[in-house]
């Protein structure tokens, strides 16, 4: 049995070879204040989120990518990885790959590579993010050709340029689909004195959100509590206002994209400039972000093909690939 876990701030995606990708929900628990006990996982966790009482908190154990809690993430892994296989603690122990951003540091890899271990794994491999998501977006990174990926997870942008099987250049930012949620919840509180939760911030991202002007402005009814009285209050919100609350945050986003360009060696850059930038993660999917990328860098920015999932099939592709080398 050989796994590749995509252990993302927002999400956990399981790849098992043979069967691609079997799992994917929210990286959150929640868990009793008093007792520490968790309570409930994923899915289960997500639909409590904002309705619990006081003694009840939902957390996640994940932040910017890198692991903020190690024991409660030990358990996610658990959890999660004997959901998957269902059969788990008949079957030898499996080999596990798991991706992390750009530019972690040596603890906080080790960290990763201990809570697999942790969990029964046999071996276990670490794969950037940006490797495993032009794996899984298909691109050949074995060839002497530059390929530039900009992956928008829940809690890190992750840029970088491969060539050879490796990241040439590459940067990482700590802003992400969780910061245009907190982008737009702030807007929304300073704009209509209302306040939203998480949920509803994401609702709004995904249904009207846009980083670039539409030709057609949509709307949504908003619900939440008036800061003001203190009751209930619906409003309709513009898609046009999305695009005002995210500028600050897209903006940095894409001051990356340039920042590790400028960095790339010329031979790369015309490889790049003639193949486009490949975009990958949810963070990937707010309209109308990669026209803006393509507006602000004069680079064709395309966003892949089943762009969530493209980590997880890439660090599931990166799991096949050593079992055949383990073969060899």
């Given amino acids: 049995m050989d796994i590749g876990i995509d252990l993302g701030t927002a999400s956990i995606l399981v790849y098992v070879r043979g069967k691609g990708v079997v799992l994917k929900e929210p990286s959150m628990v929640v868990l009793d204040k008093k007792s520490q006990e968790i309570l409930s996982i994923g899915n289960e966790a997500r639909r409590m989120l904002g309705r619990t009482p006081e003694n009840i908190v939902a957390v996640r154990p994940l932040r910017s990518g890198v692991i903020a809690d190690y024991e409660i993430t030990q358990q996610i892994l658990k959890y999660f990885i004997k959901k998957a296989t269902k059969r788990f603690t ?96 702030r807007y929304v509180r300073k704009k209509h004195n209302l306040l939203i939760g998480e949920r509803t911030a994401e609702d709004i991202k995904i249904d009207i959100g846009t980083a670039f002007k539409r030709s057609t402005d949509i709307s949504m009814d908003v619900k939440g509590r008036s800061l003001i009285t203190g009751m209930p209050v619906n409003i309709t919100m513009h898609s046009e206002e999305t695009r005002e609350a995210l500028k600050e945050s897209v903006s940095a986003i894409i001051d990356t994209v340039r920042n590790v360009f400028e960095r790339t060696p010329p031979e790369l850059a015309g490889d790049i400039i003639e193949r486009g930038i490949v975009m990958t993660g949810g963070g990937s999917l707010l309209f109308g972000l990669d026209k803006l990328i393509k507006e602000k860098t004069g680079i064709n920015a395309v966003v892949a093909e089943d762009a969530l999932s493209c980590v997880a099939l890439g660090t599931g592709k990166y799991v096949e690939y050593m079992a055949e080398k383990f073969k060899k």
Avoid: N, Y
């Fill in 90 to 185: 008949t079957m030898r122990k499996p080999r596990i790959s798991i991706c992390v951003p750009a530019g972690v540091t040596s603890v906080q890899r080790r960290a990763v590579e201990d809570a697999a271990k942790s969990v029964g794994a046999r071996e276990v491999h670490i794969i950037e993010e940006t490797v495993a998501a032009a794996i899984g977006a298909g691109i050949d990174i074995a060839k002497p050709r530059g390929s530039m990926i900009v992956d928008i997870g829940g809690g890190t942008a992750d840029v970088a340029v491969i060539s050879l099987g490796a990241c040439v250049v590459s940067a990482s930012v700590k802003v992400a689909g969780d910061d245009f949620d907190e982008a737009i919840i």
